[in-house]
T-cell receptor, first 113, second 112 residues
Framework: AQSVTQLDSQVPVFEEAPVELRCNYSSSVSVYLFWYVQYPNQGLQLLLKYLSGSTLVKGINGFEAEFNKSQTSFHLRKPSVHISDTAEYFCAVSARTGNQFYFGTGTSLTVIP | AAGVIQSPRHLIKEKRETATLKCYPIPRHDTVYWYQQGPGQDPQFLISFYEKMQSDKGSIPDRFSAQQFSDYHSELNMSSLELGDSALYFC???????????FGSGTRLTVV
């Protein structure tokens, strides 16, 4: 099975500052990696995904993530955050031959004016 | 663009009652997944269907059942509801497994 660890449960950051949300995964097989965002009282929205190819993946809203196989990481970054980025962020992994996602416990990003 | 539609958006039930949650996937998506997200928790996988057949099973209680119909919509049936079943229930659909789901907005179930 696969598992995901999000190292920070809460990340406060000032507006226009850069942010990195950390995600490490564990798997004995090749995986696909995803980041989802959940705004208050809303569903999960796909930010970006890594399937294959370039390890640097760009997503919506100016977010990007880098797949590092040797460190089994898939950290999410944004060079300058906005108030509207305040939300819960979930990292997820699925085996390439599997059929379900495993989510991390989430990181609550709070952007401070 | 069409999204995943879930109904109802909110549902209040009493203990020991039954509830049925519906999910309408994106057109041509043949795979449907159900997740349960408790308050302040990450989504937990319940069950999935591919081409109307159950494809994977997670931490779904025996009191729950689900199926996918010929038009690919899915229903999650929950019986003998308990207070602990209060949660946000997400449905997601995908064209091919593991290529990233599209989630619905969820059904918030409150058991009182």
């Amino acid at each position: 099975a696969q598992s995901v660890t999000q190292l920070d449960s809460q990340v406060p950051v000032f507006e226009e500052a850069p942010v990195e949300l950390r995600c490490n995964y564990s798997s004995s097989v090749s995986v696909y990696l995803f980041w989802y965002v959940q705004y208050p009282n809303q569903g999960l929205q796909l930010l970006l995904k890594y399937l294959s190819g370039s390890t640097l993946v760009k997503g919506i809203n100016g977010f990007e993530a880098e797949f590092n196989k040797s460190q089994t990481s898939f950290h999410l970054r944004k060079p300058s955050v906005h108030i509207s980025d305040t939300a819960e962020y979930f990292c997820a992994v699925s085996a390439r031959t599997g059929n379900q996602f495993y989510f991390g416990t989430g990181t609550s990003l709070t952007v401070i004016p | 663009a069409a999204g995943v539609i879930q109904s109802p958006r909110h549902l209040i039930k009493e203990k020991r009652e039954t509830a049925t949650l519906k999910c309408y996937p994106i057109p041509r998506h043949d795979t449907v997944y159900w997740y349960q997200q408790g308050p302040g928790q990450d989504p937990q996988f319940l069950i999935s269907f591919y081409e109307k057949m159950q494809s994977d099973k997670g931490s779904i209680p025996d009191r729950f059942s689900a199926q996918q119909f010929s038009d690919y919509h899915s229903e999650l049936n929950m019986s003998s509801l308990e207070l602990g079943d209060s949660a946000l229930y997400f449905c997601a659909s995908s064209l091919e497994p593991n290529y990233g789901y599209t989630f619905g907005s969820g059904t918030r179930l409150t058991v009182v």
